[in-house]
């Protein structure tokens, strides 16, 4: 069965450096997403990705943060200047490859980002 | 602004006991409706979903939940619990008018005791 997949699984940085966290979306969807878990907390939506565009961005989602699908099969989230609240498990979802069911979103396994 | 709340943040049961985890969302249109679950050191998994049609759908594992508009629920049930079943569960909507987002509640974690 087709599944979302993330790399890396577990990233630790340094305060002000600059991550990119990886996924491969479902090779027939059409939509992808970016949300984050806060140790604790409820998963929260970052953005959303349609036609190589941003179709909905939450107000987490400020200037440190840029999406790019660069090469029609990854999908990557970039944090320019990473912050301490930035530690949290990052997921992937994508969605849409089925007519009858375009709003099922798949996740990928998630990206542990530790910011020391 | 659309959003879920789940009733309890932590059930602890024991095996064979009856399950239901409760859903309410806060949304001005058309809804769509979801069950995820995370088992411990794994990812997201869809456990049930409700688009139309019949308000009691089924999902894996045994699982079900009842979409009552009235009451703006989704609770999920399941008769019979396992030990298997520990993890932690996550109510979450969605809709067309409002960008596909998902909205999740805040989680239950479910704790079956052998």
Redesign the interface.
Known sequence: EPEVTQTPSHQVTQMGQEVILRCVPISNHL?F?W?RQILG?????LV?FYNNEI??K?EIFDDQFSVERPDGSNFTLKIRSTKLEDSAMY?C?S?GGDVR?P????????TRLTVT | AQSVSQHNHHVILSEAASLELGCNYSYGGTVNLFWYVQYPGQHLQLLLKYFSGDPLVKGIKGFEAEFIKSKFSFNLRKPSVQWSDTAEYFCAVNGVEYGNKLVFGAGTILRVKS
Do not use: W
């Open positions: 939509y997403y949300y907390q409820k998963v929260e939506f959303s179709s909905e939450s997921f979802a969605s069911d709003y099922e979103q798949y996740f990928g396994p998630g």
